[in-house]
């Protein structure tokens, strides 16, 4: 089955320390989003991708936080540096076509900063 | 911007009941509805979605979900609950901005 690949699927690292997350959309799908997972905001918008374009970025702490898409295959992440408040878990998804497509999400990559 | 409104942070159901979780949406223009459940530890998986058409959609796993314009609600509905249907669903909304947003989330627990 295709699938949304994530990595590391867990990462601890002290405050200060660079993250980098990447994943691998499912392939043939034109947008890519991250998204990030708290209890206390659950579901928030990151960032995301149209044929690999950055659309919206809104989301994203712009100072520490940065998204990219070096080709079709693969998308990043990037937090430096790292604070405990970034604890979270992340995930990637992907979708194909227009607006009534859905998202196809990855496992998740639970991030602990120490 | 749209938005997605879940009011019931917890919904409890015996099995074998029916069970309702409720979504109310804002958006510009027509709206793009759709349901994601989540188990523990693991990504979220879709269920169903409401592009146009009839109002009343079917998913995966027996689940529905009713779309009413007047009351901007779509529901999710399963007629017949069963423990292992006991998860995290979010109900998410798309408009003309291409992003996807989601509600807060509700937890159901179906209890034997």
């Known amino acids: 089955d295709a699938r949304v690949t994530q990595t590391p699927r867990h990462k601890v690292t002290e405050m200060g320390q660079e993250v980098t997350m990447r994943c691998q959309p499912i392939l043939g799908h034109n947008t890519v989003f991250w998204y990030r997972q708290t209890m206390m905001q659950g579901l928030e918008l990151l960032a995301y991708f149209r044929n690999r374009a950055p659309l919206d970025d809104s989301g994203m702490p712009k100072d520490r936080f940065s998204a990219e898409m070096p080709d079709a295959t693969l998308a990043t992440l990037k937090i430096q540096p790292s604070e405990p408040r970034d604890s979270a878990v992340y995930f990637c998804a992907s979708g194909q076509g227009g607006l009534g497509g859905e998202l196809f999400f990855g496992e998740g990559s639970r991030l602990t900063v120490l | 911007a749209q938005s997605v409104a879940q009011p019931e942070d917890q919904v409890n159901v015996a099995e074998g009941n029916p069970l309702t979780v409720k979504c109310t949406y804002s958006?510009?223009?027509?709206?793009?509805l759709f349901w994601y459940v989540q188990y523990p530890n693991r990504g979220l998986q879709f269920l169903l979605k409401?592009?146009?058409?009839?109002?009343l959609v079917k998913g995966s796993y027996g689940f529905e979900a009713e779309f009413n314009k007047s009351q901007t609600s779509f529901h999710l509905k399963k007629p017949s609950a069963l423990v292992s249907d006991s998860a995290l669903y979010f109900c998410a909304v798309r408009d003309f901005s291409n992003d996807m947003r989601f509600g807060a989330g509700t937890r159901l627990t179906v209890k034997p």
């Open positions: 958006v510009s223009g027509n709206p793009y």
């Open positions: 409401y592009i146009t058409g009839d109002n």
